[in-house]
Nanobody
């Protein structure tokens, strides 16, 4: 079993920044790719960033240039730096760890972008 715990969400004004963290614990064997997703009320869950075990990153167009995913393997933690936030970035943000050991999700952290 792998446990993922997100933190760092909150209320921020448009144009502001937040850094989310996702700490993994439990039966972690090796380094796996990690992803961030988000889900706004009444909408589907969207993928927003991914990082491979080797550190390669990828983003959808709607966040590229504003969001940055990174990882600290020693701490089993993945981060999502979010800059130039917009009201449409408001959502619950989830991290995901998908590997041969299973598909695990955190409980989510709320991000609200509002003036």
């Amino acid at each position: 079993q792998v446990h993922l715990v997100e933190s760092g969400g909150g209320l921020v004004q448009p144009g502001g920044s937040l850094r989310l963290s996702c700490a993994a614990s439990g039966n972690i064997f090796g380094i796996a790719g990690m992803d961030w997703y988000r889900q706004a009320p009444g909408k589907e869950r969207d993928w927003v960033a991914g990082i491979t075990s080797g550190g390669s990153t990828n983003y959808p167009d709607f966040v590229r240039g504003r969001f940055t995913i990174s990882r600290d393997n020693a701490k089993n933690t993945v981060y999502l730096q979010m800059n130039s936030l917009k009201p449409e970035d408001t959502a619950v943000y989830y991290c995901r760890r998908l590997s041969g050991a299973g598909d695990y999700w955190g409980q989510g952290t709320q991000v609200t972008v509002s003036s």
